[in-house]
């Protein structure tokens, strides 16, 4: 039983583990938003969220500056986090990153979860269809020609089809003519 033993392995060595999780951090603090398995991302969430609180403390307190740089491994990411970030999550009691699961990863299988901070607007990447399923996109014959069959006419062609359409003035003259004559050579 794990009684009163708290977070993840992750399959790996304590000091893997640490270094891994500080470079996360710092890139979900830089770019706000962060693509990896559903356990590391739960893992990642408990140790932005110290963070955040971290920076709503302000920019003036220099022993929350000290703590943050001991996990933010870059000093633009503290900066970004005291300037930024803080401010932003002021009035907010808690709860600072959401988890959004995505779907499975290729190769072996792993669920995968974006973890993004909650001002974001929920947002989903395209997935590209495996070589299985047919795309929606795919245009077919039959509507490939409905397609240029919507399409308006140019003047050129509306021009044609006028002169097309419109009589000539000694055609329909020699046509009545015509019939006329055999009628009489009938007789």
Known sequence: MRHRKH???????????????RNMVTTLIELEKLETTDAKA????????????????GPEDLAARRQA????????????????????FADRPGGYTRIIK??????DG????????????????????????????VIR????????????????????EQDADAPDEDAPAEAEEAPADEEKKED
């Not at 408990?46 to 963070?51: G, N, P, Q």
């Not at 740089?69 to 932003?88: C, I, M, N, T």
Request: aromatic share 2%.
């Open 42 to 57: 739960k893992e990642v969430r408990s140790l932005a969220e110290r963070m955040i609180t971290l920076g709503k403390r």
């Open 69 to 88: 740089l001991k996990v933010v491994r870059s000093k633009k990411g503290v900066a970004k986090l005291f300037d930024e970030l803080g401010p932003r």
């Open 141 to 160: 014959k039959g509507a490939a020609a409905d397609a240029e069959a919507d399409e308006p006419a140019t003047d050129e062609a509306t021009d044609a």
């Open 7 to 21: 977070g993840r392995k992750l399959n790996r060595t304590s000091a893997h583990r640490k270094a891994m999780l």
């Open 102 to 107: 995505i779907e499975n990863r290729r190769g």
């Open 110 to 137: 792993a669920p995968l979860s974006v973890i993004q901070f909650v001002d974001e607007p929920v947002t989903f990447k395209e997935r590209k269809p495996r070589p299985e399923e047919e795309p929606d996109n």
